[in-house]
């Protein structure tokens, strides 16, 4: 039982590059996460989906697009990566009768040079 | 001001002493209140939960809750090693008419037990 995968690990990326964080849950989750984890600022909310099709903006959305086309699968786009957004990316899901209980990746840590 | 607060330690304590976490929040339409535990280099993952006020116990955990004062507290009791990892506290509420609540995570307190 796989859980929530992330892929990839870890990244270095050149200022302007692009790039795509996939997340893939195996639990028949309705509703996805990305989050970003700073020193000092806590995990800070970049983008949600409620479902396959639907996505929203949470707190830290500049500079970030997603996509959810299937119901298994949540993608974080960076389409030109700045160093601010040198991080820790986790994506989590949780299911609509529980969504107090979120079940978090384990983390892609990018660098942005 | 951040809707969750905590501080961030570091906390350090001796294997078997009772530690205690906290965090406060300013958003009284808050109504679900978590802890997770992360260890190094990994994610978060929920470790109590507990709906409105009140305490909660599970194992040498215990979650307590106190709305009025807006304030929650984790305690560990006989620490082990093994709990060494950062406790984030979070919180939920739930807007009226939405299917989905929106989680607040405190920064989180980073804990080492020696042995």
């Known amino acids: 039982n796989a859980g929530v995968t992330q892929t990839p690990k870890f990244r270095v990326l050149k200022t302007g590059q692009s790039m795509t964080l996939l997340c893939a849950q195996d639990?028949?989750?309705?509703?996805m996460y990305w989050y970003r984890q700073d020193p000092g600022m806590g995990l800070r909310l970049i983008h949600y989906s409620v479902g396959e099709g639907t996505t929203a903006k949470g707190e830290v959305p500049d500079g970030y697009n997603v996509s959810r086309l299937k119901k298994q699968n949540f993608l974080l786009g960076l389409e030109s990566a700045a160093p601010s957004q040198t991080s820790v990316y986790f994506c989590?899901?949780?299911?609509?009768?529980?969504?107090?209980?979120?079940?978090f990746g384990q983390g892609t840590r990018l660098t942005v040079v | 001001q951040k809707e969750v607060e905590q501080d961030p330690g570091p906390l350090s304590v001796p294997e078997g002493a009772i530690v205690s976490l906290n965090c406060t929040y300013s958003n009284s339409a808050f109504q679900y209140f978590m802890w997770y535990r992360q260890y190094s280099r990994k994610g978060p993952e929920l470790l109590m939960y507990?709906?409105?006020?009140g305490n909660k116990e599970d194992g040498r955990f215990t979650a307590q809750v106190d709305k009025s004062s807006k304030y929650i507290s984790l305690f560990i009791r006989d620490s082990q090693p093994s709990d060494s990892a950062t406790y984030l506290c979070?919180?939920?509420?739930?807007?009226?008419?939405?299917?989905?609540?929106?989680?607040?995570f405190g920064r989180g307190t980073q804990l080492t037990v020696w042995p």
């Open positions: 507990t709906y409105s006020s």
């Open positions: 979070a919180m939920m509420s739930r807007p009226r008419g939405s299917t989905l609540g929106r989680l607040y």
């Open positions: 989590a899901s949780s299911s609509r009768q529980a969504d107090t209980e979120a079940f």
């Open positions: 639990m028949n989750h309705e509703y």
